[in-house]
Structure formats: C-alpha cells, structure tokens
C-alpha cells in the first residue's frame, strides 16, 4: 500500500500495490486499518465478512474489470483487481 487519498464524501481509496507478493485478502486488512486507525491485529477475522482464499484467488486471476465489494469491520470495502481498495463508513442504503 503506498497511495491513500480521501474524498470528501467520506471515501477513502487506498492504492495496493499489485506486484508486491501481499495477497489482496491482507491488502484489506491493512488499508482497513490504516482508515480506522485500528491495529489490524485487533479487527476482527476477514472471515466474518468474506472467504479471504476466494477473494485473493479471484483478484489474482481476473482481469482488471473485476471488483468486489462487501462490510467489514464497520466499513464498507470495495477491492478492485486494479489494486485499488476504497474504503468508507457503513452507507444508510443512499
């Protein structure tokens, strides 16, 4: 993760860097705890939320039109196979 910017809607983009050898499942872990200012070893399992072994496979393979989005921690993530990880507040449904 080198790049983190954030928007004024609350969102936060956070750039992973593809071609280093961390899975995108830790990617998550680390862009979520850099956002919320949580240690990542104090949120809770990426499991709770999603199957971390299907989201790297899936990151890893596809092309880079593929995203992912789902809760966890009490944000909503959004990973693309870009690299880039968007991360904001929980959305009221707007």
């Excluded at 072994?53 to 039109?65: E, F, H, P, V, W």
Aim: net charge negative; proline share 5%; hydrophobic share 40%.
């Amino acid at each position: 993760m080198t790049d983190f910017n954030q928007h004024s809607d609350g969102k936060w983009t956070v750039r992973h860097d593809t071609e280093r050898s961390i899975e995108p499942s830790v990617a998550v872990v680390e862009a979520v705890a850099a956002v919320t200012g949580t240690e990542p070893t104090l949120l809770p399992p990426l499991t709770d939320s999603v199957d971390g072994d299907a989201l790297n496979a899936i990151l890893r393979t596809a092309g880079s039109s593929v995203g992912l989005s789902f809760t966890y921690a009490g944000v909503d993530v959004c990973v693309e196979a870009t690299g880039e990880i968007f991360v904001r507040p929980v959305s009221d449904g707007d």
